[in-house]
């Protein structure tokens, strides 16, 4: 019997966030829909675009949101209704702010301290408990005079894109390992 596991990646659409910190979660899933050989459906499709295959017997369905990133929550809520998924089978994949760029933690019900994102999809789902893939994006050292919230929407420099892409080729094996696929 083939298991469906959903990883949404949180993000913002349009050209403009395209490269920014707070897209690591769309960057993610491109990287993971290159790794896979998955084509994405970029005609959205109530508010996500997605792409699908199964790996081993397991059936994996990638999701960007089509909404901003602060209203991810009704999205996420009709994926899980539509899939009628267990919330241990949901992976959300996002930006932190609370770890360094160049790592990342895989936590199940464990997310940053403030993420709106995040907020809207706990206020949906009403719960936290699914699986959080914590991409690390601070890189201001001390340098803290803008907010957060302005930080994360300015784009990645180039050796910030680099770093990044090792974060994934390291959460990329993880993941497998969670999902319980073999790679090469």
């Not at 949180?10 to 960057?27: E, I, P, S, V």
Request: with cysteine.
């Amino acid at each position: 019997m083939q298991r469906t596991k959903v990883i949404i990646g949180l993000g913002n659409y349009g050209a403009k966030y395209l490269q920014t910190r707070h897209n690591a979660g769309f960057l993610f899933l491109d990287y993971l829909s290159t790794k896979w050989s998955l084509e994405w459906n970029d005609i959205p499709v109530h508010q996500y675009t997605y792409s699908q295959a199964s790996v081993e017997s397991t059936k994996l369905i990638l999701i960007k949101p089509q909404t901003f990133m602060n209203l991810s929550g009704k999205v996420v809520k009709q994926i899980v209704d539509k899939y009628l998924l267990d919330l241990q089978n949901l992976y959300l994949v996002h930006d932190d702010l609370d770890i360094p760029l160049g790592e990342f933690k895989i936590q199940f019900a464990k997310g940053p301290k403030v993420h709106n994102g995040l907020l809207s999809v706990y206020q949906s789902l009403g719960s936290q408990k699914f699986w959080h893939l914590r991409i690390g994006v601070d890189a201001r050292a001390c340098l803290r005079q803008e907010s957060g919230s302005e930080y994360v929407l300015k784009p990645l420099l180039n050796e910030e894109k680099l770093l990044l892409n090792k974060v994934f080729d390291k959460l990329f094996v993880e993941l497998n390992t969670n999902l319980q696929i073999q790679t090469d």
